[in-house]
């Protein structure tokens, strides 16, 4: 097909942003319970207890109570424009980068190079992409306003966030939390669309069943589950440190991915690195399905072979 890579770009990126405009409420929730009582001591089970936002259903309710249904889509455009970036190159980029490894047969490619693949491709869309990833968790991020009171927004809009970061802490203040993002989108991506891509193509030479939209969703739902399971640890540390205020006069509660991963454990306990777990499922797993069922129909639209 003409022009492949470029088509395989833009669907990548299309299909992912309808993903994100689905289960926008759900980031919420689970960026919500990510935050909620961060450093305080806590052993065992106690993580689960003494929480405002009380699980995914109870939480989304809780925001909508206290911010309407558009506290539930906060951080919308940052999300989109993230995607667009960020999945429409970790997507896109997946198969060309397959093929340098040497994958030539898709039907019978090994793991690891999938694995690589999605490594790498996952890798280079975060790098890029971390300005509108951090706008996305800040806007999203609770105001405390439960707490003390004060429930006005941290940034008025999209353009008002990245213009405010620059003034305080400079461009490489949009690169704040780079490191565990890039480490979350190499995790991510390479279980995520591995997962898919083996999965479906082990049914297909097992003849469990033929290419089409019961297979993509199937295979998605692998994908999404093995995705949150071990993507979680790292997204609570990618938003915790993501979401931490810059004062001059203040010393970061973070030095880097390390330290805010010791610190969760120590005062929270390792179930600390899992806060979120179920609102993160709960996305990725719609997320994966929606994105990669759309990409499979939009190629099969443009007259481009499947995954």
């Known amino acids: 097909m003409k022009n492949e890579d ?7 990126g299309v299909s992912n942003m309808c993903g994100a405009t689905a289960t926008n409420p759900l980031d919420v929730i689970k960026i919500r319970m990510q ?15 003494n929480r405002y936002y009380e699980g995914v259903i109870k939480g989304g309710i809780q925001i909508y109570k206290d911010e309407g249904i558009r506290g539930l889509y906060k951080g919308l455009l940052p999300s989109m424009m993230r995607e667009g970036l960020y999945s429409g190159i970790r997507l896109g980029a997946y198969e060309p980068i397959k093929v340098l490894l040497g994958a030539k047969d898709k039907a019978h490619t090994p793991l690891w190079k999938k694995i690589c693949a999605g490594a790498v491709s996952g890798v280079i869309g975060s790098s890029i992409a971390t300005p509108t990833d951090l706008v996305k968790v800040r806007m999203q991020a609770c105001t405390h306003g439960h707490l003390t009171g004060d429930k ?3 940034y008025k809009s999209t353009y008002s966030a990245f213009a405010e970061i620059i003034g305080k802490e400079g461009v490489k203040g949009l690169y704040v939390g780079v490191g565990p993002t890039v480490k979350r989108a190499a995790i991510l991506t390479a279980t995520q669309i591995p997962s898919y891509d083996h999965t479906k193509h082990t049914i297909l030479n097992l003849k469990w069943m033929d290419e089409g939209p019961q297979l993509h969703v199937i295979s998605s739902m692998v994908a999404g589950f093995m995705a949150a399971l071990t993507t979680s640890p790292v997204d609570v540390v990618k938003t915790r440190i993501m979401n931490q205020k810059y004062e001059h006069h203040h010393q970061k509660v973070y030095t880097g991915t390390f330290d805010c991963l010791m610190k969760i454990v120590k005062t929270e306990g390792f179930l600390g690195l899992y806060k979120g777990f179920i609102p993160n499922w709960m996305r990725i797993g719609p997320h994966t399905v929606i994105s990669f069922f759309i990409f499979e129909q939009l190629r099969l639209f443009v007259g481009m072979d499947p995954v």
Request: hydrophobic content about 40%.
């Open 6 to 12: 470029k088509w395989r770009f833009l669907l990548a």
């Open 152 to 154: 006005t927004p941290r």
């Open 35 to 49: 935050l909620e009582n961060e450093l305080t001591r806590q052993k065992g089970l106690d993580v689960l207890r």
